[in-house]
C-alpha cells in the first residue's frame, strides 16, 4: 500500500520542496508493492518522480529503505535504460528519491503487441551491458533456501530481474525507459529470460510461444535446459510460499502462471537439483 503525500512527515516535505518549489501537482504510481511513497510532483521545476520509504522504528534500514539505497548505487551505472536520479534527501526517518519524469505508458505483452519486439531490443541491449561493481545481489541467492544446488544460475551478466510490463516504459516516440532497479543482480544471462517468461504468461502467451520468444536470445538457447525447468520449478515454489503469507488477485496471477510454466517443463524436460519443499 502507498502513502499519500499528506501522510509524509513534514520535515521531509519541505526538505522535498526545497528541491520542487511549492507542489501544485501530485499523481500517484500505479502498483506499489515497494516504495511507500511513489507519485510524479509538480513544482516550480516541473514534473519529478519521487520514490520514498521510511526507516524501521529502531533508525535501521529496512527492506524498502535498502532497495532505494541500491536504486540510487547503479543508477549512474545504466543511464541508456533507467530514468536518471536527480536527487535524493533523508529527512523526519524517511529517504526519498527524484528520477526524471517519463512521459510513457506501460508496455503491452500481450500476443501480438509490437511491443514484445521493443522487450527484445531491450533485452538484447541489457544482455551486452557488463554487471558494474556495484550490482551486490547474487541472483543464486535467491534460491539457494529452496534447492540444494542453485550453482546454474549464477554468472557475471546484468540481471534486473523484473521486466514486468509496468517496469518497462514506452514513450510516445518509442524509446523504451527500463524503471525498478531495486533488484538488479549479477547472475547467468538466460536468468532474465527465466524471469519474463510468466509475465507473457500473465499477458495470454501460451508457454510454447512465451519459450519461443525467449529462443531468440543465445543466453536461452545455450542454457542447459534442466537449468531452466529447475528456475521455473522454484519459481512456483516461492510463489506458493508468498502465496500462504499473502493473498491478492495480482499475486494469484502469479503463482497460476508460475505453476503453469513448471508443469510445462516438467513435462517435457527432466528438472535438475532438487527443492527442499
Ligand atoms: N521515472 C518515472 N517517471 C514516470 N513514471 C514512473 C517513473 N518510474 C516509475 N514510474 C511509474 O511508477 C510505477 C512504480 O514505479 P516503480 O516500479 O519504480 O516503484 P515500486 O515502488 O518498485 O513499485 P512496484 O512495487 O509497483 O513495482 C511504475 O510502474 C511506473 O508506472
Ligand atoms: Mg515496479
Known amino acids: 500500500m502507498r502513502c499519500a503525500w499528506t501522510d509524509l512527515p513534514a520535515e521531509l516535505r519541505t526538505a522535498i520542496t526545497a528541491h520542487t518549489g511549492a507542489v501544485r501537482d501530485i499523481r500517484a504510481a500505479p502498483g506499489g508493492s515497494n516504495a511507500a511513497f511513489a507519485a ?23 527492506p524498502q529503505i535498502r532497495a532505494l539505497r541500491r536504486e540510487i548505487a547503479v543508477n549512474p551505472c545504466v543511464p541508456e535504460f533507467a530514468p536518471r536520479i536527480l536527487w535524493s534527501t533523508e529527512s523526519g526517518g524517511w529517504l526519498a528519491v527524484a528520477f526524471e519524469h517519463v512521459n510513457a505508458r506501460h508496455a503491452d505483452y500481450q500476443p501480438g503487441s509490437p511491443d514484445l519486439d521493443a522487450l527484445a531490443g531491450l533485452v538484447h541491449r541489457l544482455q551486452r551491458t557488463p554487471c558494474p561493481p556495484v550490482v551486490g545481489l547474487a541472483i543464486e541467492r535467491r534460491w539457494a533456501a529452496l534447492a540444494d544446488d542453485v550453482s546454474a544460475f549464477a554468472g557475471g551478466a546484468l540481471l534486473h530481474t523484473d521486466l514486468n510490463p509496468h517496469n518497462v516504459l514506452i514513450t510516445e516516440d518509442g524509446r523504451v525507459v527500463l524503471v525498478d532497479w531495486a533488484f538488479a543482480s549479477r547472475g547467468a544471462a538466460w536468468v532474465e529470460l527465466g524471469q519474463t517468461v510468466p509475465w507473457l504468461l500473465r499477458a495470454g502467451h501460451e508457454p510454447a510461444a512465451a519459450e519461443n520468444w525467449a529462443g531468440q536470445f543465445p543466453s536461452w538457447t545455450n542454457a542447459e535446459p534442466a537449468a531452466i525447468t529447475l528456475h521455473a520449478r522454484l519459481s512456483a515454489i516461492r510463489w506458493q510460499h508468498r502465496h500462504k503469507n499473502h493473498q491478492s488477485p495480482a499475486i494469484n496471477a502469479s503463482v497460476a502462471v508460475a505453476q503453469q510454466w513448471a508443469d510445462y517443463r516438467m513435462a517435457g524436460v527432466p528438472a535438475a537439483g532438487s527443492a527442499s519443499s
Open 40 to 62: 510524479t510532483l509538480t513544482g516550480r521545476t516541473g514534473p519529478v518522480f519521487v520514490k520514498a520509504a521510511p526507516t524501521r522504528p529502531d533508525g535501521r534500514d529496512g
